[in-house]
């Protein structure tokens, strides 16, 4: 079992997985002011409430989009599990050919994903990752990165608009009762939910389009099971993804 971390802009996802499972998923708010003693405390209480102790981790590793937080999130994990923590970047072996422009360029977290889509499903490939931004990633039938989209997250999309629009308030994403919204709410409701559904229904066209034959469709991260339920093209939601393929990676360096 290893420690897996992926540190995006607005959540920290922390888990343990290994070939059989993965044991636990949880997120923590990405704040760039903690320290690393205040993170190894915040990792440590993760692992007590599953009780996991730190001598049953075999070592752990972390993806990161947020460089101010990688080597504090990776000394932090250190102090409890008392072994070397890998960091996704330069140097680390993927196995993943990215063909975009500047493959450095192309994020550790989106790394991940498509490492473990190839380990996991029929390619080719198209990963949703909804999160602080939605990313789409393509996968060809040779099983490499050709790139993808990145999008306006949907919690980010509904933030800017209630900041915006004086008389529009704050909503949580559940599904309104109809498409046809007949209030300020509903009508908020069914633009997020499913003006978001139908964003991500007609990506999916497009590139199979340009792909040139049907892929298979995954989609991660904490805001997908908002939006994935109400598409109507075949979607697999898999919220283990990304832990996944940082434990492919960690077997592929150890």
């Known amino acids: 079992m290893i420690l897996a971390i992926d540190i995006g802009n607005t959540n920290i ?11 636990f998923i949880e997120r923590l708010s990405t704040d760039r002011s903690k320290t690393e003693l205040e993170y190894a405390i915040m990792i440590k209480n993760v692992l007590d409430i599953y009780r996991i102790s730190p001598e049953q981790l075999e070592g752990g590793i972390v993806s990161s989009v947020v460089p101010q937080i990688t080597m504090v999130a990776k000394m932090a994990a250190e ?5 070397e923590i890998l960091v996704v970047g330069a140097g680390i072996k993927t196995g993943l050919n990215i063909l975009i422009d ?4 192309l994020g550790s977290d989106l ?15 198209i990963i949703f990752d909804m999160g602080t931004a939605t990313t ?6 040779n099983k490499n990165s050709l ?9 980010t999309s509904l933030d800017a608009l209630t900041a915006r629009a004086a008389q529009l308030q704050g909503i949580d994403l559940e599904p309104p009762r109809k498409l046809i919204g007949k209030n300020t709410i509903d009508c908020m409701k069914s633009g997020v939910i499913y003006g978001n559904a139908a964003c991500v229904d007609g990506v999916i066209a497009r590139m199979k389009e340009e792909l040139g034959e049907d892929a298979t469709v995954v989609a ?3 805001l997908a099971k908002c939006i994935i339920p109400y598409c109507r093209e075949k979607i697999i939601l898999d919220d283990d993804l990304l832990l996944k393929g940082l434990l492919v990676i960690y077997r592929k360096n150890r």
């Open 136 to 141: 789409v990633s393509a996968v060809d039938r």
């Open 220 to 222: 991660t991260g904490g």
């Open 79 to 83: 102090k409890i599990v008392k072994k």
């Open 13 to 23: 996802v922390v888990g343990c997985v290994d070939e059989k499972k993965t044991y």
């Open 111 to 125: 790394v991940a994903d498509a490492v473990a889509g190839i380990n996991e499903y029929p390619v080719p490939l």
């Open 147 to 155: 790139g993808g989209m990145i999008l306006p997250g949907i919690r």
């Open 102 to 105: 500047n493959p450095a360029q």
